[in-house]
């Protein structure tokens, strides 16, 4: 795991913090797509999360453009991580997104991932991926809690 999770502690959110926190540590250890891809977590509170990767040439299309494929994983990624940021286990189970404009090989993104709704075992959350020249793309996604059992627990 090593320098790869850096989060930005928010004591102002309370105790559930520390299960934020260590939510995200479990979830990326395990998380072989995210190391692959070059994803580091930058920060986690209890309601969202931002994450950051650079865009690699294997990671684009023949004109330099990072794929939407990479981009909806990286928004896919934060919404995780956010989803699973108060403990037990959490999955997408819709998510849609709008891509807004390209991402080019060596842009670095940065995914932000904040919960926008929860209810019963169904939460909502929105995700803004933004490159250095603004908004890349906006997803919209949907998470059931399928078990208090997880990495770590309440």
Known sequence: MGNA???RINRTMGGSQEIADAAAAAKFAGDRNAHVMGIIVFAVTPESTTVEMTVL???ANGLNVCRGGVVFALADRAMAFASS????????????????????????????????????????CGVVVSGPDGVVAVLHGETEHISDEGPVSQ
């Open 57 to 59: 040439k294997s990671m």
């Open 5 to 7: 999770i850096r989060p």
């Open 85 to 124: 940021a108060r403990g037990g286990t959490n999955l997408a189970s819709n998510a849609s997104i709008e891509w807004l404009a390209p991402a080019r090989v060596g842009d670095r993104l940065v995914a932000e991932a904040s919960k926008t709704h929860h209810q019963g075992r169904t939460g909502l």
